[in-house]
Protein backbone atom coordinates (compact mmCIF):
# COMPACT_ATOMS: atom_id res chain seq x y z
CA UNK A 1 0.00 0.00 0.00
CA UNK A 2 1.20 3.60 -0.56
CA UNK A 3 1.40 5.95 2.31
CA UNK A 4 -1.77 7.20 1.29
CA UNK A 5 -3.92 4.00 1.80
CA UNK A 6 -1.58 3.38 5.05
CA UNK A 7 -4.68 3.44 7.41
CA UNK A 8 -6.50 1.38 5.27
CA UNK A 9 -4.51 -1.71 7.27
CA UNK A 10 -5.06 -3.13 10.26
CA UNK A 11 -3.12 -1.33 13.32
CA UNK A 12 0.15 -3.78 15.02
CA UNK A 13 -0.60 -5.28 18.23
CA UNK A 14 1.74 -2.79 20.79
CA UNK A 15 -0.10 -4.23 23.64
CA UNK A 16 -1.35 -0.78 24.21
CA UNK A 17 -4.37 -1.39 22.44
CA UNK A 18 -7.86 -0.04 24.42
CA UNK A 19 -11.11 -1.47 24.49
CA UNK A 20 -13.48 -0.49 21.83
CA UNK A 21 -17.34 -2.40 22.58
CA UNK A 22 -19.69 -2.51 19.64
CA UNK A 23 -23.07 -2.66 20.98
CA UNK A 24 -26.21 -2.95 19.38
CA UNK A 25 -29.44 -0.80 20.27
CA UNK A 26 -31.44 -3.60 21.39
CA UNK A 27 -28.79 -5.62 22.83
CA UNK A 28 -27.42 -2.54 25.16
CA UNK A 29 -29.60 -3.65 28.59
CA UNK A 30 -28.05 -7.44 28.61
CA UNK A 31 -24.64 -6.06 27.51
CA UNK A 32 -24.50 -3.53 30.74
CA UNK A 33 -25.78 -6.17 32.82
CA UNK A 34 -22.40 -7.90 32.43
CA UNK A 35 -20.35 -4.51 32.81
CA UNK A 36 -18.72 -3.46 36.05
CA UNK A 37 -20.70 -0.70 37.71
CA UNK A 38 -18.53 2.06 36.85
CA UNK A 39 -19.12 1.64 33.23
CA UNK A 40 -23.04 1.49 33.27
CA UNK A 41 -22.84 4.72 35.71
CA UNK A 42 -21.06 6.47 32.92
CA UNK A 43 -22.81 5.25 30.68
CA UNK A 44 -26.45 6.60 32.27
CA UNK A 45 -24.44 9.59 33.09
CA UNK A 46 -23.83 10.40 29.20
CA UNK A 47 -27.04 8.87 27.76
CA UNK A 48 -25.53 6.43 25.77
CA UNK A 49 -28.47 4.77 24.12
CA UNK A 50 -25.88 2.88 21.45
CA UNK A 51 -27.42 4.58 18.31
CA UNK A 52 -25.89 4.34 14.73
CA UNK A 53 -22.67 6.30 15.13
CA UNK A 54 -23.12 6.90 18.72
CA UNK A 55 -19.71 6.75 20.78
CA UNK A 56 -18.76 7.24 24.67
CA UNK A 57 -15.78 7.49 25.65
CA UNK A 58 -15.06 6.14 29.37
CA UNK A 59 -11.58 6.77 31.59
CA UNK A 60 -9.57 4.09 33.17
CA UNK A 61 -9.05 4.18 36.95
CA UNK A 62 -5.96 6.79 36.44
CA UNK A 63 -8.61 9.09 34.27
CA UNK A 64 -7.05 8.61 31.43
CA UNK A 65 -8.83 6.87 28.54
CA UNK A 66 -10.45 3.55 29.46
CA UNK A 67 -12.31 2.09 26.69
CA UNK A 68 -14.84 3.30 24.14
CA UNK A 69 -18.18 2.06 23.53
CA UNK A 70 -19.56 2.40 20.25
CA UNK A 71 -23.49 1.80 18.70
CA UNK A 72 -24.59 0.15 15.85
CA UNK A 73 -28.10 1.09 16.31
CA UNK A 74 -31.17 -1.09 15.20
CA UNK A 75 -31.59 -3.83 12.51
CA UNK A 76 -33.16 -1.24 10.76
CA UNK A 77 -30.31 1.67 11.16
CA UNK A 78 -28.05 -1.36 10.60
CA UNK A 79 -29.87 -2.43 7.19
CA UNK A 80 -29.98 1.43 5.98
CA UNK A 81 -25.78 2.12 6.81
CA UNK A 82 -23.67 -0.08 5.52
CA UNK A 83 -20.11 -0.20 7.40
CA UNK A 84 -21.15 1.04 10.65
CA UNK A 85 -18.19 0.52 12.17
CA UNK A 86 -16.16 2.23 9.67
CA UNK A 87 -18.42 5.28 10.11
CA UNK A 88 -17.60 5.48 13.92
CA UNK A 89 -14.01 5.11 12.82
CA UNK A 90 -13.60 9.41 12.46
CA UNK A 91 -15.45 9.51 15.66
CA UNK A 92 -12.38 7.87 17.66
CA UNK A 93 -9.71 9.46 18.87
CA UNK A 94 -6.38 8.46 17.35
CA UNK A 95 -5.51 5.23 19.23
CA UNK A 96 -5.00 1.55 18.59
CA UNK A 97 -8.37 -0.71 19.85
CA UNK A 98 -8.95 -4.10 20.19
CA UNK A 99 -12.62 -4.95 19.27
CA UNK A 100 -14.78 -6.56 21.67
CA UNK A 101 -18.20 -7.41 19.98
CA UNK A 102 -21.01 -9.99 19.25
CA UNK A 103 -21.00 -9.95 15.54
CA UNK A 104 -21.26 -13.57 13.79
CA UNK A 105 -18.39 -14.00 11.16
CA UNK A 106 -19.53 -12.93 8.32
CA UNK A 107 -20.92 -9.11 10.38
CA UNK A 108 -17.08 -8.87 11.61
CA UNK A 109 -15.34 -9.62 8.18
CA UNK A 110 -17.67 -7.01 6.70
CA UNK A 111 -17.27 -4.13 9.63
CA UNK A 112 -13.90 -5.09 9.93
CA UNK A 113 -13.29 -4.08 6.19
CA UNK A 114 -15.77 -0.83 6.60
CA UNK A 115 -13.15 -0.06 9.38
CA UNK A 116 -10.55 -0.20 6.81
CA UNK A 117 -12.31 1.36 3.79
CA UNK A 118 -13.07 4.36 6.66
CA UNK A 119 -8.89 5.33 5.90
CA UNK A 120 -9.49 6.11 2.35
CA UNK A 121 -8.84 9.45 1.28
CA UNK A 122 -7.71 10.89 -2.33
CA UNK A 123 -5.50 13.37 -1.89
CA UNK A 124 -3.07 13.38 -4.57
CA UNK A 125 -4.13 16.97 -5.18
CA UNK A 126 -3.73 18.47 -1.80
CA UNK A 127 -1.26 19.48 -0.21
CA UNK A 128 -1.91 18.25 3.26
CA UNK A 129 -0.39 15.59 5.90
CA UNK A 130 -2.08 12.19 6.00
CA UNK A 131 -4.97 11.97 8.36
CA UNK A 132 -4.47 10.81 12.08
CA UNK A 133 -7.31 8.27 12.85
CA UNK A 134 -7.95 5.51 15.04
CA UNK A 135 -6.20 2.08 14.33
CA UNK A 136 -7.86 -1.53 15.01
CA UNK A 137 -6.09 -4.59 15.85
CA UNK A 138 -7.04 -7.40 13.62
CA UNK A 139 -9.74 -9.87 15.73
CA UNK A 140 -8.01 -13.03 15.71
CA UNK A 141 -10.84 -14.75 13.94
CA UNK A 142 -10.41 -12.89 10.42
CA UNK A 143 -8.38 -13.27 7.73
CA UNK A 144 -7.29 -9.96 8.24
CA UNK A 145 -5.14 -10.17 4.82
CA UNK A 146 -7.50 -10.95 2.74
CA UNK A 147 -9.40 -8.22 4.05
CA UNK A 148 -6.70 -5.31 3.38
CA UNK A 149 -6.69 -6.74 -0.12
CA UNK A 150 -10.16 -6.17 -0.69
CA UNK A 151 -9.46 -2.83 0.67
CA UNK A 152 -6.49 -1.52 -1.07
CA UNK A 153 -8.08 -3.09 -4.34
CA UNK A 154 -11.18 -0.42 -3.51
CA UNK A 155 -8.81 1.92 -2.94
CA UNK A 156 -7.33 1.38 -6.56
CA UNK A 157 -10.62 1.45 -8.41
CA UNK A 158 -11.11 4.67 -6.47
CA UNK A 159 -8.19 6.51 -6.48
CA UNK A 160 -8.47 5.69 -10.36
CA UNK A 161 -12.45 6.77 -10.68
CA UNK A 162 -11.32 10.47 -8.69
CA UNK A 163 -8.68 11.03 -10.64
CA UNK A 164 -9.68 14.19 -12.89
CA UNK A 165 -9.36 13.46 -16.70
CA UNK A 166 -6.34 16.00 -17.33
CA UNK A 167 -4.35 13.27 -15.28
CA UNK A 168 -6.24 9.74 -16.38
CA UNK A 169 -6.66 9.53 -20.07
CA UNK A 170 -5.79 6.50 -22.20
CA UNK A 171 -2.02 7.03 -21.56
CA UNK A 172 -2.32 7.60 -18.15
CA UNK A 173 -4.92 4.17 -17.72
CA UNK A 174 -2.49 2.22 -19.09
CA UNK A 175 0.21 2.96 -17.01
CA UNK A 176 -1.82 2.27 -14.42
CA UNK A 177 -2.65 -1.46 -15.24
CA UNK A 178 1.35 -1.79 -16.54
CA UNK A 179 1.80 -1.07 -12.33
CA UNK A 180 -0.50 -3.80 -12.29
CA UNK A 181 1.04 -6.15 -14.21
CA UNK A 182 4.65 -5.32 -13.31
CA UNK A 183 3.99 -5.73 -9.57
CA UNK A 184 2.05 -9.21 -10.18
CA UNK A 185 4.11 -10.56 -13.09
CA UNK A 186 1.37 -10.23 -15.81
CA UNK A 187 2.02 -9.52 -19.21
CA UNK A 188 0.62 -6.83 -20.68
CA UNK A 189 -0.18 -5.77 -24.64
CA UNK A 190 -1.29 -2.32 -25.90
CA UNK A 191 -2.69 -1.77 -29.90
CA UNK A 192 -2.91 1.97 -30.01
CA UNK A 193 -4.06 4.63 -32.77
CA UNK A 194 -4.75 3.48 -36.39
CA UNK A 195 -2.98 -0.07 -35.41
CA UNK A 196 -6.66 -0.92 -33.88
CA UNK A 197 -7.53 -0.73 -37.32
CA UNK A 198 -5.01 -3.29 -38.65
CA UNK A 199 -5.82 -5.15 -35.61
CA UNK A 200 -9.41 -4.94 -36.87
CA UNK A 201 -11.18 -3.03 -33.67
CA UNK A 202 -12.62 -0.49 -35.71
CA UNK A 203 -15.15 0.74 -33.07
CA UNK A 204 -13.10 1.52 -30.65
CA UNK A 205 -10.87 3.52 -33.03
CA UNK A 206 -13.79 5.26 -34.42
CA UNK A 207 -15.03 6.08 -30.86
CA UNK A 208 -11.42 7.99 -29.68
CA UNK A 209 -10.05 8.63 -33.09
CA UNK A 210 -11.07 12.22 -32.36
CA UNK A 211 -9.12 12.61 -29.43
CA UNK A 212 -6.07 14.38 -29.12
CA UNK A 213 -4.93 11.17 -26.91
CA UNK A 214 -4.70 8.44 -28.93
CA UNK A 215 -7.67 5.22 -28.21
CA UNK A 216 -6.05 2.16 -27.58
CA UNK A 217 -6.90 -1.45 -26.08
CA UNK A 218 -5.24 -3.04 -23.49
CA UNK A 219 -5.07 -6.58 -22.56
CA UNK A 220 -3.67 -7.92 -19.40
CA UNK A 221 -2.78 -11.66 -19.04
CA UNK A 222 -1.84 -13.20 -15.69
CA UNK A 223 -1.76 -17.12 -14.72
CA UNK A 224 -0.90 -19.90 -16.14
CA UNK A 225 -2.98 -22.62 -15.12
CA UNK A 226 -7.04 -22.83 -14.01
CA UNK A 227 -10.37 -22.01 -15.65
CA UNK A 228 -10.15 -18.98 -17.92
CA UNK A 229 -11.97 -15.74 -16.06
CA UNK A 230 -11.63 -12.60 -18.33
CA UNK A 231 -12.99 -9.03 -17.10
CA UNK A 232 -13.78 -6.44 -19.34
CA UNK A 233 -14.32 -2.79 -18.37
CA UNK A 234 -15.07 0.40 -20.05
CA UNK A 235 -12.14 2.68 -20.47
CA UNK A 236 -14.17 5.93 -21.94
CA UNK A 237 -11.74 8.10 -19.68
CA UNK A 238 -13.75 11.38 -20.45
CA UNK A 239 -17.11 11.21 -22.12
CA UNK A 240 -17.69 14.91 -23.93
CA UNK A 241 -21.11 13.01 -25.57
CA UNK A 242 -18.63 13.67 -29.02
CA UNK A 243 -20.76 15.23 -31.72
CA UNK A 244 -23.86 15.20 -29.50
CA UNK A 245 -22.81 17.13 -27.29
CA UNK A 246 -23.86 16.91 -23.31
CA UNK A 247 -24.58 20.24 -21.57
CA UNK A 248 -22.78 20.78 -19.16
CA UNK A 249 -24.29 19.51 -16.53
CA UNK A 250 -24.14 16.30 -17.73
CA UNK A 251 -20.35 16.80 -18.68
CA UNK A 252 -19.00 17.45 -14.75
CA UNK A 253 -18.81 14.21 -13.64
CA UNK A 254 -18.01 12.11 -16.51
CA UNK A 255 -14.30 11.73 -15.34
CA UNK A 256 -15.73 8.76 -13.67
CA UNK A 257 -16.77 7.45 -17.24
CA UNK A 258 -13.42 4.49 -16.73
CA UNK A 259 -15.37 3.43 -13.26
CA UNK A 260 -15.99 0.30 -14.86
CA UNK A 261 -12.24 -0.76 -16.21
CA UNK A 262 -11.53 1.26 -12.74
CA UNK A 263 -13.38 -1.65 -11.06
CA UNK A 264 -12.16 -3.88 -12.93
CA UNK A 265 -7.96 -3.20 -12.48
CA UNK A 266 -9.07 -3.14 -8.46
CA UNK A 267 -10.79 -6.89 -8.88
CA UNK A 268 -8.12 -7.95 -10.52
CA UNK A 269 -5.34 -6.69 -8.47
CA UNK A 270 -7.74 -8.53 -5.41
CA UNK A 271 -7.24 -11.80 -7.23
CA UNK A 272 -3.55 -11.46 -8.40
CA UNK A 273 -2.97 -10.50 -4.63
CA UNK A 274 -4.67 -13.82 -3.43
CA UNK A 275 -2.98 -15.22 -6.10
CA UNK A 276 -6.16 -17.41 -7.61
CA UNK A 277 -5.40 -20.40 -9.83
CA UNK A 278 -7.26 -18.87 -12.72
CA UNK A 279 -6.14 -17.75 -16.40
CA UNK A 280 -6.68 -13.91 -15.84
CA UNK A 281 -7.37 -11.73 -18.72
CA UNK A 282 -8.11 -8.33 -18.21
CA UNK A 283 -9.25 -6.17 -21.64
CA UNK A 284 -9.65 -2.68 -20.96
CA UNK A 285 -10.81 -0.14 -24.39
CA UNK A 286 -9.54 3.11 -23.35
CA UNK A 287 -10.37 5.90 -25.26
CA UNK A 288 -11.61 9.87 -24.89
CA UNK A 289 -14.76 10.66 -27.02
CA UNK A 290 -14.22 14.10 -28.08
CA UNK A 291 -15.06 16.20 -30.75
CA UNK A 292 -13.03 17.41 -34.11
CA UNK A 293 -13.19 17.43 -37.49
CA UNK A 294 -12.83 13.69 -37.61
CA UNK A 295 -15.43 12.63 -34.81
CA UNK A 296 -18.05 9.94 -35.69
CA UNK A 297 -21.00 11.90 -36.96
CA UNK A 298 -24.52 10.72 -35.83
CA UNK A 299 -26.18 8.60 -38.57
CA UNK A 300 -22.63 7.31 -39.45
CA UNK A 301 -22.82 3.02 -40.00
CA UNK A 302 -19.55 1.51 -38.98
CA UNK A 303 -17.87 -1.78 -39.06
CA UNK A 304 -17.66 -3.99 -35.83
CA UNK A 305 -14.99 -6.53 -35.08
CA UNK A 306 -18.02 -9.04 -35.32
CA UNK A 307 -19.06 -8.20 -38.84
CA UNK A 308 -21.85 -6.69 -37.51
CA UNK A 309 -22.78 -3.08 -38.56
CA UNK A 310 -23.96 -0.08 -36.32
CA UNK A 311 -25.61 2.88 -36.90
CA UNK A 312 -24.83 5.58 -34.54
CA UNK A 313 -27.66 7.04 -33.84
CA UNK A 314 -26.25 9.27 -30.62
CA UNK A 315 -22.65 9.53 -30.86
CA UNK A 316 -23.27 10.02 -26.80
CA UNK A 317 -23.57 6.10 -26.46
CA UNK A 318 -19.96 5.22 -27.01
CA UNK A 319 -19.25 2.41 -24.47
CA UNK A 320 -21.13 -0.32 -25.76
CA UNK A 321 -19.41 0.79 -29.19
CA UNK A 322 -15.78 0.21 -27.73
CA UNK A 323 -17.19 -2.70 -25.51
CA UNK A 324 -18.77 -4.72 -27.98
CA UNK A 325 -14.70 -4.94 -29.97
CA UNK A 326 -13.34 -5.71 -26.77
CA UNK A 327 -16.10 -8.26 -25.54
CA UNK A 328 -15.89 -9.70 -29.40
CA UNK A 329 -12.07 -10.30 -28.84
CA UNK A 330 -12.77 -11.72 -25.90
CA UNK A 331 -15.10 -14.12 -26.96
CA UNK A 332 -13.00 -15.50 -29.12
CA UNK A 333 -11.07 -17.29 -26.74
CA UNK A 334 -14.46 -18.51 -25.33
CA UNK A 335 -13.38 -18.26 -21.29
CA UNK A 336 -15.23 -19.95 -18.56
CA UNK A 337 -16.95 -16.85 -17.14
CA UNK A 338 -16.27 -12.90 -19.07
CA UNK A 339 -17.67 -9.84 -16.89
CA UNK A 340 -18.12 -6.28 -18.05
CA UNK A 341 -18.14 -3.52 -16.14
CA UNK A 342 -19.63 -0.21 -17.16
CA UNK A 343 -20.75 3.34 -16.17
CA UNK A 344 -23.33 2.84 -19.32
CA UNK A 345 -26.75 4.21 -18.88
CA UNK A 346 -28.43 6.76 -16.94
CA UNK A 347 -31.79 4.63 -17.47
CA UNK A 348 -29.66 2.40 -14.82
CA UNK A 349 -30.13 4.66 -12.21
CA UNK A 350 -33.29 5.79 -13.12
CA UNK A 351 -34.40 2.01 -12.55
CA UNK A 352 -32.20 1.13 -9.67
CA UNK A 353 -30.86 4.46 -8.01
CA UNK A 354 -27.15 5.42 -7.91
CA UNK A 355 -26.45 2.55 -5.22
CA UNK A 356 -28.24 -0.67 -6.56
CA UNK A 357 -26.13 -1.89 -10.01
CA UNK A 358 -27.94 -4.11 -12.30
CA UNK A 359 -26.17 -6.85 -13.81
CA UNK A 360 -27.83 -8.76 -16.57
CA UNK A 361 -27.30 -12.64 -17.60
CA UNK A 362 -28.93 -15.44 -19.23
CA UNK A 363 -27.27 -17.62 -16.63
CA UNK A 364 -29.70 -18.16 -13.67
CA UNK A 365 -26.69 -20.03 -11.72
CA UNK A 366 -24.33 -17.22 -11.86
CA UNK A 367 -27.29 -14.51 -11.16
CA UNK A 368 -28.12 -16.35 -8.39
CA UNK A 369 -24.29 -16.90 -6.87
CA UNK A 370 -24.10 -12.94 -7.68
CA UNK A 371 -27.30 -12.50 -5.26
CA UNK A 372 -26.54 -14.53 -2.49
CA UNK A 373 -23.37 -12.78 -2.71
CA UNK A 374 -24.16 -9.69 -2.63
CA UNK A 375 -26.28 -10.13 0.64
CA UNK A 376 -23.39 -11.79 2.15
CA UNK A 377 -20.96 -9.17 1.66
CA UNK A 378 -23.44 -6.45 1.32
CA UNK A 379 -22.61 -5.11 -2.19
CA UNK A 380 -26.22 -4.29 -3.32
CA UNK A 381 -26.79 -5.47 -6.85
CA UNK A 382 -29.87 -6.76 -8.86
CA UNK A 383 -30.80 -8.49 -11.40
CA UNK A 384 -32.73 -6.89 -15.15
CA UNK A 385 -33.72 -9.08 -17.53
CA UNK A 386 -32.46 -9.28 -21.28
CA UNK A 387 -36.38 -9.08 -22.48
CA UNK A 388 -36.85 -10.85 -25.84
CA UNK A 389 -39.44 -8.94 -27.14
CA UNK A 390 -36.84 -5.54 -27.06
CA UNK A 391 -34.58 -7.04 -29.48
CA UNK A 392 -35.95 -5.37 -32.46
CA UNK A 393 -35.85 -2.00 -30.81
CA UNK A 394 -31.94 -2.46 -31.39
CA UNK A 395 -32.37 -3.27 -34.86
CA UNK A 396 -32.51 -0.17 -36.78
CA UNK A 397 -33.12 -2.04 -41.03
CA UNK A 398 -30.60 0.27 -42.26
CA UNK A 399 -28.19 -1.90 -40.52
CA UNK A 400 -27.46 -4.53 -38.33
CA UNK A 401 -27.65 -2.90 -34.85
CA UNK A 402 -28.69 0.64 -33.71
CA UNK A 403 -26.28 2.48 -30.70
CA UNK A 404 -29.46 4.36 -29.28
CA UNK A 405 -32.58 3.13 -30.33
CA UNK A 406 -34.77 6.20 -30.45
CA UNK A 407 -37.93 7.09 -27.40
CA UNK A 408 -35.78 5.93 -24.63
CA UNK A 409 -37.59 3.43 -23.31
CA UNK A 410 -35.98 0.17 -21.25
CA UNK A 411 -32.62 1.97 -21.94
CA UNK A 412 -30.41 0.11 -19.75
CA UNK A 413 -31.57 -3.13 -21.25
CA UNK A 414 -31.06 -2.52 -24.71
CA UNK A 415 -27.63 -1.35 -23.61
CA UNK A 416 -27.17 -5.19 -22.45
CA UNK A 417 -29.33 -6.81 -25.16
CA UNK A 418 -26.60 -4.71 -27.88
CA UNK A 419 -23.66 -5.96 -25.76
CA UNK A 420 -25.16 -9.33 -25.60
CA UNK A 421 -25.36 -9.65 -29.38
CA UNK A 422 -21.62 -9.94 -29.49
CA UNK A 423 -21.14 -12.84 -26.83
CA UNK A 424 -21.86 -16.07 -28.10
CA UNK A 425 -19.15 -18.72 -27.71
CA UNK A 426 -18.61 -17.44 -23.49
CA UNK A 427 -21.08 -19.94 -21.70
CA UNK A 428 -21.20 -17.42 -18.51
CA UNK A 429 -21.49 -13.90 -19.55
CA UNK A 430 -22.49 -10.99 -17.26
CA UNK A 431 -22.52 -7.02 -17.53
CA UNK A 432 -22.84 -4.61 -14.76
CA UNK A 433 -24.35 -1.35 -15.58
CA UNK A 434 -22.78 0.73 -12.78
CA UNK A 435 -22.44 4.12 -11.42
CA UNK A 436 -19.16 4.16 -9.96
CA UNK A 437 -20.01 7.22 -7.21
CA UNK A 438 -21.13 7.81 -4.22
CA UNK A 439 -22.60 11.44 -4.56
CA UNK A 440 -22.98 12.30 -0.78
CA UNK A 441 -20.63 10.54 1.75
CA UNK A 442 -21.50 7.76 3.72
CA UNK A 443 -19.61 5.33 6.53
CA UNK A 444 -16.82 4.02 4.96
CA UNK A 445 -17.56 5.46 1.62
CA UNK A 446 -16.60 9.19 0.73
CA UNK A 447 -17.82 11.60 -1.41
CA UNK A 448 -16.41 10.58 -4.85
CA UNK A 449 -15.29 7.37 -6.81
CA UNK A 450 -16.66 3.92 -5.23
CA UNK A 451 -16.13 0.32 -6.58
CA UNK A 452 -19.66 -1.46 -6.99
CA UNK A 453 -20.27 -5.05 -7.49
CA UNK A 454 -16.38 -6.02 -7.07
CA UNK A 455 -16.90 -7.90 -3.44
CA UNK A 456 -20.00 -9.62 -4.89
CA UNK A 457 -18.02 -11.06 -7.91
CA UNK A 458 -14.86 -11.82 -5.36
CA UNK A 459 -17.30 -13.70 -3.17
CA UNK A 460 -18.88 -15.34 -5.69
CA UNK A 461 -16.49 -16.56 -8.26
CA UNK A 462 -14.80 -19.15 -6.32
CA UNK A 463 -17.22 -21.33 -6.41
CA UNK A 464 -18.56 -20.51 -9.83
CA UNK A 465 -14.71 -21.66 -10.78
CA UNK A 466 -14.44 -24.22 -8.46
CA UNK A 467 -11.72 -22.96 -7.41
Same mark, same amino acid.
Request: contains cysteine.
Given at each position: ??????????????????????????????????????????????????????????????????????????????????????????????????LHHDLNPEELAHETLGWCLAGYAFQRFRNTPERALAGLVAPDTIDAAEIETLAAGEALSRDLINT????????????????????????????????????????????????????????????????????????????????????????????????????????????? /?? #??? =????? *??? $?? &?? @??????????????????????????? /?? #??? =????? *??? $?? &?? @????????????????????????????????????? *??? $???VQDPLWPLPLHPAYEGLIEPGIADLDNAPSGGMAGAITAALFLHRFVEATPRFVHFDIYGYQSKP??????????????????????????
Amino acid at each position: MTNAHSLMAFAKDDGGALPLHLVDADGLDDWKAQQPSSVTAWLDTLNFKAAAGEVALLPGEDGALGLAVAGRGSARDRARNRFTLGGLRSKLPARSFVLHHDLNPEELAHETLGWCLAGYAFQRFRNTPERALAGLVAPDTIDAAEIETLAAGEALSRDLINTPASHMGPEELESAIRALAKAHGGKLDVTTGDDLLTANLPLIHAVGRASTRAPRLLDLRWGDTGPKLTLVGKGVCFDTGGLNLKPGASMGLMKKDMGGAATVIGLAQMIM /AR #GWP =VRLRV *LIP $AV &EN @AVSGNAMRPGDILPSRKGLSVEINNTD /AE #GRL =VLADA *LTL $AD &EE @APDIMVCMATLTGAARVALGPDVPPFFTRDATLSDAL *LQA $ASTVQDPLWPLPLHPAYEGLIEPGIADLDNAPSGGMAGAITAALFLHRFVEATPRFVHFDIYGYQSKPAPARPKGGVGQGARALYAALPRLLDL
